[in-house]
């Protein structure tokens, strides 16, 4: 029998089906600041899905109706435990798996070497937070635009959302920003243009965006999607935690 799938509103329904699992984007869905979960039962849930930007976690008991009925567009699926791991494999053969790298949530960070960080960028680029103007630029290049697309609109960005962004001759050459936003901080994103790479300005714009979470009592998190994001992110300070598996589904393609 085919079951519906529902968006729940009361999310303390759910919120023991995550117990454990320190992951700022689920925190985002839980505390409805910003994404959605969905169920398949609205009064007795046994099973959920988190989603926010293009991240879906799938948690409780394994649900084939959760993870067929996927959010459209690329998805990148991450499951609580191995069975649920092995239901994305049979609904969509052409799941990519890829690791991932969690990083501590605990960190306390060198605010001296996160200053003299900043003090390396050379004359030519100017440090800029992320306003009105800078949020329509970010939306230009598909580089940038995750800076802020996670958001449902400007206003929500730059109500909750923060970011720094490094421009070179008017352009932003990198930049890092909320990817999302939860009550207690933000998921930092990070990216630079191809040919602006290697030459610290990542390291530059993490620094600063670090330095004015911690000056508003926010924890800025990190997760990495590759070692050299680990490695970024001890140089800034940060601890590496664990491997997880995940998985990208480009394309709503199924088997059932």
Known sequence: MTQMIYEIQDTNK??????????????SCLQKVMGKIYVTDLDNPDSALAFVGCF????GKPNKELVINKPQGFVIMTPQNIEWGKLIEECFTSA???????????TIFD????????KILPE??????IDSEIYDQCLQNPITADFVSSFDNK???????RGMVITKDGNIVAGASSYTRYQEGIEIEVDTVPDERRKHLATIACSALILN??????YPSWDAQNMNSVHLAEK????????YVAYEVADDLRTH
Do not use: S
Request: aromatic letters at 16%.
């Open 14 to 27: 759910v919120k023991h089906l995550f117990e454990g699992w320190k992951e700022t984007l689920i925190y």
């Open 56 to 59: 879906g976690f799938y948690a």
């Open 96 to 106: 990519k798996q890829v690791t991932r790298y969690a990083i501590k949530k605990d």
């Open 111 to 118: 605010q001296d070497k996160l200053r003299k960080n900043i």
């Open 124 to 129: 030519e680029y100017k440090l800029k937070k």
């Open 155 to 161: 206003e929500q960005y730059l109500a909750i959302g």
């Open 213 to 218: 979470c911690l000056e508003e009592g926010l």
């Open 236 to 243: 800034l300070g940060y601890e590496f935690d664990h491997e």
